[in-house]
């Protein structure tokens, strides 16, 4: 019989972080709209979640052409994005403008290993600080991981109120997983 760390370490090694391409821009659309409608319920209201899901249509040809505007890191098994991350390597302040994961895979550190595979990234690039804005469903894990709040604040989108939280990391210079 297997222990639930053993399921665990065969259920990551299925997944791997490899660059975005053309191919996972489907499947990016509706892991956003999955993680955001389904993933984010027990913190959004459905009115709140449907704004936040509305940002960015569910259209493969959009998040293709986002794959140009970001760097773009996907984790992938089976051939499949089941997460992705989206930043901006600007040096020496890079920003990540997207993580999310497919709700279904939640808490089995997807989206700790895209966010690691980012901060290798921008560390190679020189980057000192990275900053994002993210839900109160990821606030605590960023936390844990070593980022530093910076505050909520309160975006309004067609009268409608999401809150989120401000984050800031900084980088140096050493390998770190």
């Not at 940002?55 to 984790?75: G, K, Y």
């Not at 279904?104 to 989206?111: A, N």
């Not at 839900?135 to 070593?146: A, C, F, V």
């Amino acid at each position: 019989m297997h222990s639930q760390t053993d399921s665990n370490e065969l259920q990551d090694a299925r997944i791997s972080i490899v660059p975005a391409r053309t191919q996972h821009a489907a499947d990016q659309a509706e892991v956003f709209h999955q993680a955001v409608m389904q993933g984010a319920a027990g913190f959004y209201d459905l009115a709140q979640r449907e704004q936040w899901a509305g940002r960015v249509p569910r259209d493969a040809e959009r998040w293709a052409a986002r794959q140009h505007r970001f760097e773009v890191l996907v984790a992938e098994r089976d051939g499949r994005c089941v997460g992705f991350c989206e930043y901006v390597p600007e040096w020496p302040l890079a920003r990540i403008e997207m993580l999310y994961v497919y709700p279904g895979l939640t808490g089995q550190g997807i989206g700790s290993r895209l966010l690691a595979a980012a901060e290798s990234d921008l560390r190679r690039r020189s980057v000192r600080v990275v900053s994002l804005e993210a839900s109160l469903m990821l606030s605590p894990g960023l936390i844990r991981r070593g980022w530093q709040s910076l505050g909520l604040e309160h975006v309004k989108r067609d009268g409608i109120c999401l809150k989120r939280e401000r984050f800031e990391k900084r980088l140096n210079n050493e390998s770190q997983v």
